[in-house]
T-cell receptor, first 114, second 110 residues
């Protein structure tokens, strides 16, 4: 069974479109994250939720809106896509919101904006 | 200054070699330290946590030097399957962010 799953795996779209990426974890973890990995492979946190509550909200354009309907799901909606949004987006989860816990990553969603 | 800095490499080593990576972190309040491994076009996976006293897991040894604010990873008897990018990760504690280094690429050659 996949621990952290994301859909879609690949997303190719035009500038200006709106798209969503979904993430689900079946590990029973309390905390979920969205990361962006750019072309230089630098992995940067965007958002973190603990028990459906937003606890980390990085300096991310407000075109990006996360939603956590329950603690097993964390979705990411992106409005008015721009070329610079092209990247790999990883969802992750951990048992605790604290820093001592292992994070488990999903397989990533490779977003290409044309 | 970046929160976590790593030499991007690549480190090209023959099978059987011993290789070491260092990572420096800027915030002395950092409390938790990890090494993750990322294969090409895959997600990062935890390799090992790094404890104050240093720790070993098979061929892998991690060390933490709080005074100098660096973390190291030593790989002994390198295998072809060790080829990957190794990410240094630090965290300042509860409800805080994980900061990732940009990774060090290792190529192990036959």
């Amino acid at each position: 069974d996949t621990a952290v799953s994301q859909t879609p795996k690949y997303l190719v779209t035009q500038m200006g479109n709106d798209k969503s990426i979904k993430c689900e974890q079946n590990l029973g973890h309390d905390t979920m994250y969205w990361y962006k990995q750019d072309s230089k492979k630098f992995l940067k946190i965007m958002f973190s939720y603990n028990n459906k509550e937003l606890i980390i909200n990085e300096t991310v354009p407000n075109r990006f809106s996360p939603k956590s309907p329950d603690k097993a799901h964390l979705n990411l909606h992106i409005n008015s896509l721009e070329l610079g949004d092209s990247a790999v987006y990883f969802c992750a989860s951990s048992q605790l919101a604290g820093g001592t816990d292992t994070q488990y990553f999903g397989p990533g969603t490779r977003l290409t904006v044309l | 200054r970046k929160e976590v800095e790593q030499d991007p490499g690549p480190f090209n080593v023959p099978e059987g070699a011993t290789v070491a990576f260092n990572c420096t972190y800027s915030n002395s309040a950092s409390q938790s330290f990890f090494w993750y491994r990322q294969d090409c076009r895959k997600e990062p996976k935890l390799l090992m946590s790094v404890y104050s006293s240093g720790n070993e897991d098979g061929r892998f040894t991690a060390q933490l030097n709080r005074a100098s604010q660096y973390i190291s990873l030593l790989i002994r008897d390198s295998k072809l399957s060790d080829s990957a990018t190794y990410l240094c990760v630090v965290n300042r504690g509860n409800f805080n962010k994980f900061y990732f280094g940009s990774g060090t690429k290792l190529n192990v050659k036959p």
